[in-house]
């Protein structure tokens, strides 16, 4: 009977592990695929002061504007909750797509070398940002499903793995975002 | 069908498929042993000489291809959005980003090769470049990238393997039992009969597990295929670019046929896109079909 109930207590334990490391595995790679989303989201903020730099010495008048990206690439950077990072990354985008929309009035910019690498470059950025999180939702479902199925919640609320967040996406992914400078 | 169970569907097949190859050398191998006393001993030779004759292209595949095809590593300054478009989709798929190289060929065609994801390279011809849009690339190097993740070199190298196994199986025993058949003859008549049976199957036992590798090849291009549409969640830029790809469908100079089904469409098809028992690759038109019949994730 003793040898039963040691045998029982054994194999419970064993699941327990098993689940636990399971469990330490998908939110490790929830991690790195966050760390994926925060390279490229730097690659962009780096890329950020020169396109002003370039793109001011055409359209001066566009002075709103300028600050408002600069406001937004210091948000996207200075970390915070997945949230706050992902809604600010958003109208980041957003917004440097306006600006290469007011760059298309000035023929002197867009004929400009320097300019057309910032652009594809840009462009290949935020593509690879939208790779990046399409990555980062996927571990993040993966890795919240597992805390809420039966039997593996039970050893995350005790080990306190709680539900990852997930990165937001822009509300009209395909159409440019209005954004007014008047 | 939804994305997800088109793709298990895909590997599943291929794996039952592989189990036939294995199952089909482990049977002539027990007809042989049972009928002629080999204890096994000719499966253990001829599987361990395949597989060292398979090692060195297994271990050096991604030089070998690039070497044959003649391709050259593309620079990033030349070819800034090729690179984007890979890393793009590297990231998508958690892999790190391939080695990229490009093939000076009007054919539009596309490859990749490389063991495991670390050591993987795709390479695409000027071609491809020339004729496919952003999205249009990214669906192609979607396809190239989950033939790395899917690790396909390593499955078709086990299934030359097995193929090659058979073949010097059946090199060996023929040359012993034309060598050995007057020290045999007068043995006892009840396993001859097995003998023969098992001489039988090790003669169309090559064709068979040939057709079973074609078939898997073809497996394989579906499974990358549909992973392609789960990598970009837009199905519809591979079949436009597979639609690109047979509209200027023209012979690649520099491949050869022993690379065929590493492409992303049979780079010596010409005329007529006939899908048969022995094509490496599905036909595009049935492709397309599976590709616009997912629904949903």
């Not at chain 1, 709103?64 to 948000?75: D, G, P």
């Not at chain 2, 361990?48 to 070998?64: H, R, T, V």
């Not at chain 2, 001489?199 to 074609?214: E, G, K, N, S």
Request: net charge positive; proline share 3%; charged share 20%.
């Amino acid at each position: 009977m003793f040898g039963y109930l040691l045998f029982f207590v054994l194999g419970v334990l064993l699941i327990g592990v098993f689940l636990y490391n399971r469990l330490v595995v998908l939110r490790v790679r929830v991690d790195n695929s966050w760390r994926q989303i925060d390279v490229q989201l730097k690659r962009r903020a780096d890329m950020i002061p020169n396109l002003v730099e370039v793109v001011k010495g055409y359209a001066t008048h566009e002075r709103e504007l300028f600050a408002k990206v600069t406001e937004l690439r210091a948000k996207t950077t200075s970390g915070g909750s997945v949230k706050e990072v992902s809604d600010a990354s958003n109208v980041l985008s957003g917004v440097l797509k306006s600006l290469f929309a007011v760059a298309e009035a000035y023929p002197d910019l867009k004929a400009n070398q320097n300019f057309l690498m910032l652009q594809e470059e840009l462009s290949g950025t935020e593509s690879k940002i939208a790779f990046a999180r399409q990555f980062y939702n996927d571990t993040v479902m993966n890795y919240n499903t597992t805390t809420h199925v039966f039997p593996t919640n039970l050893v995350a609320s005790i080990f306190g793995y709680k539900a990852a967040e997930f990165f937001s996406i822009p509300e009209e992914e395909k159409e440019v975002p209005r954004v007014s400078f008047s | 069908m939804s994305l997800s169970s088109q793709i298990r569907q895909n590997v599943i097949i291929s794996l039952i498929l592989i189990f036939f190859m294995f199952l089909l050398i482990v049977g002539v191998g027990y007809f042989l042993d049972v009928g002629g006393e080999f204890h096994g001993v000719i499966t253990t030779i001829s599987l361990g000489m395949a597989i060292f004759f398979s090692l060195g292209s297994y271990l050096y595949s991604d030089k070998i291809a690039l070497s044959i095809t003649g391709a050259r590593e593309a620079s990033y300054e030349e070819f800034r959005y090729l690179h984007n478009a890979t890393e793009g989709v590297a990231i998508a798929a958690g892999i790190p980003k391939p080695r990229v190289y490009v093939i000076d060929d009007l054919s539009p065609n596309a490859f990749a090769t490389g063991r495991d994801p670390k050591r993987s390279a795709i390479a695409v011809t000027t071609g491809l470049l020339k004729i496919l849009d952003r999205q249009e690339l990214e669906g192609v190097i979607a396809h190239e990238i989950s033939h790395i993740r899917n690790y396909d070199i390593l499955l078709a190298t086990i299934a030359a393997v097995l193929v090659g196994a058979v073949v010097i199986m059946r090199d060996i025993v023929l040359r012993m039992s034309f060598r050995g058949s007057s020290r045999r003859r007068g043995k006892g008549g009840g396993n001859a009969v097995v003998l023969i049976v098992g001489l039988i199957l090790l003669i169309l036992a090559p064709i068979f597990m040939t057709l079973i590798r074609l078939a898997i090849s073809r497996q394989r291009e579906f499974l990358a295929d549909s992973t392609s549409a789960l990598l970009t969640r837009y199905p519809e830029g591979l079949v436009q670019a597979l639609e690109k790809l047979e509209e200027h469908k023209q012979p690649m100079r520099s491949s050869t046929e022993a690379m065929a089904h590493m492409f992303i469409v049979n780079p010596f098809s010409k005329g007529i896109d006939l899908e048969g028992l022995f094509s490496t690759h599905p036909s595009i038109a049935s492709r397309i079909l599976r590709l616009r019949s997912i629904r949903g994730l």
